[in-house]
């Protein structure tokens, strides 16, 4: 479980509190002792020491129903300012495909952040033994594999002891130098020279094209190690994000800067208690971002943040509170990521044809994984952002019962909220930490949208209810009136139980609420002409929204 720094959203944003740790005893190796070692100082203060006569691990290699498995251990990095002052191995795992000459593309997998050692302890070298969450991705690996990927899995259980991604040391550096030492190694290792892999990886990897996993904490590394990398001859062209730590904000109100320009998935399990919503908060401040590829964030439900690592699932310790035998289990876990991870790679590294929607006019696919998925989707194509959030175009108020106001979500136990507080929910739990525009929308009444702009092939709109619905519809409906110079309306029905409009409250727990997006394709006779406005009511029912963006897209 990750220890970062994230804000959690009851209503609103509160202020940023460091999650609490787990402990996990799986797949852990002894580390060798030695007498130069310094004292164990358990403190999410301090960092790694490791001695400097430590002991490298022999490689190990298994092979297992399609994969071949390597341990590896090359030495260690000195971190921190001072020399000596901190010290860091750097380890790992390498799965490959079982077959001479695989070819097979790079996916890194970068595990999450937790105590590193048995009894709850944040230390390196450890007083008894490591717990390895590099081999409790293992499982990843191995399917991956078996579909012609390889996988390293750093281990960054040391790296990571410290809560602070600057201080006392920069983990971002330290996070460059022990993956950059790894990549280095396996892509020697692919070119046939001798390294600590050991023989038989001639012609095994292909780095060209790389691809990063991340999961909770190191989401933070992912931005930066794109922008590292971007010129090397192992760029990242593809990211995926389960359970992502984001600063969605931080005590400073500051978001984490948007991913670069690749493509990018994220995955939210709707019952995760440890990063929870911040990736959805996160994509949500940056809807207005112009891409050229995908963002994507995916809400599924019943998953939570910890039974994607074995070295978590196999202690039994799930992050979900209140979680039956109903609960899907760490199987059910892995086979999602595993299937959401391969239909991922398949779309950006292979550039085969998935039920991703990789452009902006694609449909938003139903399920993930198997699972019902909802969905964020940032539009990766030539727009005009008509609306965003109180910040950007105009929204007024037509018709009879239509509002709107614009609003910032705040902490509800803040005494002192701002003026443009948007007011809390009665019975609903809503995931939102950006600007939008609280509005009422009726069967007679809603806002309109300003707009001048030609040749728009496409209308997208960024919203979410923000309450559970008194009278236990379905949904929000919602009726969309496009208007044109031509003189002659459009005019589309949104279902009210579109994923991004659906009523979430459950029969015995209220629902949560986070901004989806619905794409409605627009009518030639549309794009022909100049669109003048875009009016949004209630359809047959009366609902309120919270809206972040309006994007006409025209290429």
Known sequence: MSSCVVATLLAGTVAAAPVAQASSQVEQARLPRAAAAAPVVDGENDGPHSPVNRKRAATTTVRRAGAVIRDVDLGDVELGERKGQFRSPVRGVLVTPDRPRANAPLVIMSHLRSPGCADDVSAF?????????????????????????????????????????????????????????????????????????????????????????????????????????????????????????????????????????????????????????????????????????????????????????????????????????????????????????????????????????????????????????????????????????????????????????????????????????????QRGDVQNASRVARVTVTPSGGVRVAARTRGVRELVLQLSPNDDRADRRAGSPLRVTVRTASGRPTVIDVPANHPALRNRAGADANGTYAIGTVRLMMPRSVTASTVTGIDLTGGRASSSLDIRAVDLVTG
């Not at 440890?274 to 809400?299: I, Y």
């Not at 292979?350 to 993930?368: D, I, Q, S, V």
């Not at 709107?404 to 443009?420: H, Q, S």
């Open 125 to 425: 070298p450890c007083p008894g033994k490591d717990v390895r969450y590099d081999r409790g991705m293992t499982h990843l690996g191995e399917s991956l594999a078996k579909q012609g990927y390889s996988v390293l899995i750093p281990n960054l259980a040391p790296l990571f002891i410290g809560i602070g991604m600057a201080q006392p040391y920069d983990q971002q550096a330290g996070y460059r130098t022990i993956v950059g030492r790894l990549r280095d190694e396996t892509v020697a290792a692919s070119a046939g020279r001798a390294t600590a892999f050991g023989k038989g990886l001639n012609g095994a990897i292909d780095a060209r094209r790389t691809a990063l996993i991340v999961h909770s904490r190191s989401a933070y590394v992912a931005g930066p190690l794109v922008q590292a990398w971007s010129r090397s001859s192992s760029p990242i062209v593809s990211v995926m994000a389960y359970g992502g730590a984001f600063d969605a904000p931080d005590d400073h109100g500051r978001f984490t800067p948007m991913i670069p320009d690749v493509p990018f998935l994220g995955i939210v399990g709707d019952r995760d208690k440890d990063t929870k919503f911040t990736g959805q908060l996160w994509l949500t401040q940056h809807a207005g971002a112009s891409r050229r590829t995908p963002a994507l964030m995916s809400v599924v439900p019943g998953l939570g943040h910890n039974y994607v690592n074995r070295a978590l699932s196999s202690t039994r310790l799930d992050d979900r509170a209140g979680c039956d035998a109903t609960c899907p289990g760490p199987a059910a876990h892995e086979r999602f990521l595993s299937s959401a991870a391969r239909l991922w790679l398949d779309a950006t590294v292979r550039r085969t044809r998935t039920t991703l929607p990789m452009t902006a006019a694609a449909p938003l696919p139903a399920t993930l994984g198997g699972l019902p998925a909802r969905w964020l989707a940032v539009t990766n194509a030539p727009r005009v952002n008509a609306y965003l959030g109180g910040m950007r175009g105009s929204m007024r108020p037509i018709g009879r019962g239509g509002s709107v106001r614009p609003c910032l979500y705040v902490d509800p136990m803040n005494p002192a909220k701002p003026a443009n507080a948007c007011p809390e929910p």
